[in-house]
């Protein structure tokens, strides 16, 4: 079992950056998928980017690609999420992800993933 703790969220303008973080407890938590999801006001939550155990594969939903990265430091249990040239209409909730997996591949369904962590809200101001 693993838990997740995300934090970074916060208030930004439009066209600055924030870097969420995901930390990961647990004795094998380099051993998870691990993804990024979030849910604005209103909306379902939705899918974000996702990045494998070892890092080697990641995937980006396409209105975040070229601004978002999703990135993990194994020594540290940690899973990061670089927003960049943010936009009002990201403001949601981010929640992140795991899913335990031998191979490194990655998931883009939430329905795949078996721990959650409890949110960080992002807010841009335009």
């Known amino acids: 079992q693993v838990q997740l703790v995300e934090s970074g969220g916060g208030l930004v303008q439009a066209g600055g950056s924030l870097r969420l973080s995901c930390a990961a407890s647990?004795?094998?938590?380099?051993?998870?998928?691990m993804a990024w999801f979030r849910q604005a006001p209103g909306k379902e939550r939705e899918f974000v980017a996702s990045?494998?155990?070892?890092?080697?594969?990641?995937y980006y939903t396409d209105s975040v690609k070229g601004r978002f990265t999703v990135s993990r430091d194994s020594a540290k249990n940690t899973v990061y999420l670089s927003l960049n040239s943010l936009k009002p209409e990201v403001t949601a909730v981010y929640y992140c992800?795991?899913?335990?997996?031998?191979?490194?591949?990655?998931?883009?369904?939430?329905?795949?993933?078996?721990?959650w962590g409890q949110g960080t809200q992002v807010t841009v101001s335009s």
């Open positions: 992800a795991a899913k335990f997996d031998s191979r490194d591949i990655q998931y883009s369904s939430q329905a795949r993933y078996d721990y």
């Open positions: 647990g004795r094998t938590a380099n051993s998870y998928a």
């Open positions: 990045i494998s155990r070892n890092g080697g594969c990641t």
